[in-house]
């Protein structure tokens, strides 16, 4: 799996969109972008995920660049709840990568009132 | 729909000691993966199962060993227990199987955490 690479933390007010950016720029043309969050002291959450179409859940959208080497997570309306730590995966769908999941150190989103 | 259950959430063990933790999967998903989180280490990949079987397998010790039932839940084993296994230890269960998309999401827990004293 391709290493990502993400700023350590970021802030946030609340009510405006959080905008997280990973870099990937060793990914492969079969690697699928993931992100979850982890809130302290729980499991981590699924939020989204994509190959190279920009998609759009409940939760959040997700912007890959053409060169797939870079994905942007965007809350659209960040609420205090939404402070936890981010991680951007990239991950092939299946062969050595079955189950697994490589989590790097994430970034620490603060939401601020 | 249940989400994913581990059992216990907490387990405090002494050096040497062995330890079996318990997963249990949403219902109709096949694939269960395992987790050890540190403070040092961060989230660390431990084992996948799928059918009974072992597909994939991180970089840890043979005192870490699990398996899988005919109804998916599943068990780790952590034996001699060392200070350093102590951790949050997660799994995760997802779909995967005929039918299901290409790269379908896990669903974690909220975790076991051991203590080694």
């Known amino acids: 799996d391709a290493k990502t690479t993400q700023p350590p933390s970021m802030d946030c007010a609340e009510g405006r969109a959080a905008n997280l950016p990973c870099n990937h720029s060793t990914i492969s043309g079969n690697e699928y972008v993931y992100w979850y969050r982890q809130i302290h002291s729980q499991g981590p959450q699924y939020i989204i995920h994509?190959?190279?179409n920009n998609e759009t859940n409940e939760m959040a959208s997700l912007i890959i660049t053409e060169d797939r080497k870079s994905s942007t997570l965007i809350l659209p309306h960040a609420t205090l709840r939404d402070t936890a730590v981010y991680y951007c995966i990239a991950r092939s769908a299946g062969g050595t990568s079955y189950g697994k999941l490589t989590f790097g150190q994430g970034t620490i989103l603060t939401v601020h009132p | 729909k249940a989400g994913v259950t581990q059992t216990p959430r907490y387990l405090i063990k002494t050096r040497g000691q062995q330890v079996t933790l318990s997963c249990s999967p949403i219902s109709g998903h096949r694939s269960v993966s395992w987790y050890q989180q540190t403070p040092g280490q961060g989230l660390q990949f431990l084992f996948e199962y799928f059918s009974e079987t072992q597909r994939n397998k991180g970089n840890f010790p043979g005192r870490f060993s699990g398996r899988q039932f005919s109804n998916s839940r599943s068990e780790m084993n952590v034996s001699t227990l060392e200070l350093g296994d102590s951790a949050l230890y997660l799994c995760?269960?997802?779909?995967?199987?005929?039918?299901?998309?290409?790269?379908?999401?896990?669903?974690f827990g909220p975790g076991t955490r051991l203590t080694v004293l």
């Open positions: 995760a269960s997802s779909k995967v199987g005929p039918g299901t998309r290409a790269g379908d999401e896990q669903f």
């Open positions: 994509g190959l190279k």
